[in-house]
Every structure is written in structure tokens, then in C-alpha cells.
């Protein structure tokens, strides 16, 4: 069994920062790309920021310049550091993780429970 669990939600000022943590646990064998999502009340989910196993990134344009993800292979944990925090980045944040298991020949899609990141004065 494979298990993603995410950390670091909270609520914060506008122009605040937070970090995320997303560890990877169980049965694992490797870990391919990783991603955090988000999905705001009323709207579809959304892809904030992907990581590859080789550290490619890319953002969402909404995003750039203001997150960083970034990933620590040896303990299979993601982050994402948000800085410049606005009201419009309120919502549930997802993390994603490509993974092959460790009696498995193939990577399958899990995902995360989600954690509230409000921004509000």
C-alpha cells in the first residue's frame, strides 16, 4: 500500500508565505513526476507545479515566480514553498504522485488528502 500525506496548510495574510510537505510512504520501488494541485470552492481542480524525477519543473502561470517546488528523492517527500501569498491562492491544496510499487511492473497515480491553505487579512 502506498500513502501521500500532506502537511503545512494553515491560514495566512496576504503577501504571507507557507510551505507544503507531501511524504510518499509504503511499498515503494521509485517515484516518478510529483505534482501539487489545487481546487479552490466552486472551480475545477487545478495544476499549481509538477516536478520530475530528474527535477524539471514547470508552474502555472499564476504561480510562477511566487512557488517553488522541489523534492528530496532520498526521503520521498515533495515541497512547495509559497511566497507573495494572495487571497486568490485559497483552496485545498492536492498533492500527486507517480509511483511504482514495489511487486508492481508499472507506475499508477496516487494521490494526497488534501490540506487547506487560506489567505485572508
Known amino acids: 500500500q502506498v500513502q501521500l500525506v500532506e502537511s503545512g496548510g494553515g491560514l495566512v495574510q496576504p503577501g504571507g508565505s507557507l510551505r507544503l510537505s507531501c511524504a510518499a510512504s509504503?511499498?515503494?520501488?521509485?517515484?516518478?513526476?510529483m505534482g501539487w494541485y489545487r481546487q479552490a470552492p466552486g472551480k475545477q481542480r487545478e495544476l499549481v507545479a509538477i516536478i520530475t524525477s530528474g527535477s524539471t519543473t514547470n508552474y502555472a502561470d499564476s504561480v510562477k515566480g511566487r512557488f517553488t517546488i522541489s523534492r528530496d528523492n532520498a526521503k520521498n517527500t515533495m515541497y512547495l514553498q509559497m511566497n507573495s501569498l494572495k487571497p486568490e491562492d485559497t483552496a485545498v491544496y492536492y498533492c500527486?504522485?507517480?509511483?511504482?510499487?514495489?511487486?508492481?511492473?508499472?507506475?499508477?497515480?496516487?494521490w494526497g488528502q488534501g490540506t487547506q491553505v487560506t489567505v485572508s487579512s
Open positions: 500527486k504522485a507517480n509511483i511504482r510499487r514495489g511487486v508492481a511492473y508499472y507506475f499508477s497515480d496516487y
Open positions: 509504503g511499498s515503494i520501488f521509485s517515484i516518478n513526476a
